[in-house]
C-alpha cells in the first residue's frame, strides 16, 4: 500500500494554471495507476485523470481534456496534475490515489477506502 500526500493547490484567476504533485511513499510505485480526483463544495467525488502503471497509458474526465495533463515520474515517486486554462467550476479540493496494476480508465472514487489529505484550488472569476 501507497500513502499519499497531495500538493501544489492554490488560487489563481480564469484562464490560469497550476501543477498539482502527489507524492507517494513506498518501493512499489511503479506499480500503480495514479489517479486525480476532485470534490467541490456540495458536491461528490468525481474522477478528473489518470495514468497507468507503466505510463503507457492516459485517461481524462471529458471536463478536463484538453486542459488538463496527468504525468508520473517513478524515480521521484510523484504524480503530477497539469492544468491549464483553469475555469471557476474547475474550484474544489483535488486528491490522489493509487490502484496496483491498474490501467488508464475512469474510476469510482468509492472503490477507495483510504484518502490523503488533497489540495485546494480555487479558481476566481
Known amino acids: 500500500q501507497v500513502q499519499l500526500v497531495e500538493s501544489g493547490g492554490g488560487m489563481v484567476q480564469t484562464g490560469g494554471s497550476l501543477r498539482l504533485s502527489c507524492a507517494a511513499s513506498?518501493?512499489?510505485?511503479?506499480?500503480?495507476?495514479m489517479i486525480w480526483f476532485r470534490q467541490a463544495p456540495g458536491k461528490e467525488r468525481e474522477f478528473v485523470a489518470a495514468?497507468?502503471?507503466?505510463?503507457?497509458?492516459?485517461y481524462y474526465a471529458d471536463s478536463v481534456k484538453g486542459r488538463f495533463s496527468i504525468s508520473r515520474d517513478d524515480a521521484k515517486n510523484t504524480v503530477y496534475l497539469q492544468m491549464n486554462s483553469l475555469k471557476p467550476e474547475d474550484t474544489a479540493v483535488y486528491y490522489c490515489n493509487a490502484q496496483f496494476l491498474g490501467g488508464a480508465y475512469q474510476y469510482e472514487p468509492g472503490n477507495f477506502d483510504s484518502w490523503g489529505q488533497g489540495t485546494q484550488v480555487t479558481v476566481s472569476s
Open positions: 513506498g518501493r512499489t510505485f511503479s506499480m500503480f495507476a
Open positions: 495514468i497507468s502503471w507503466n505510463g503507457g497509458s492516459r
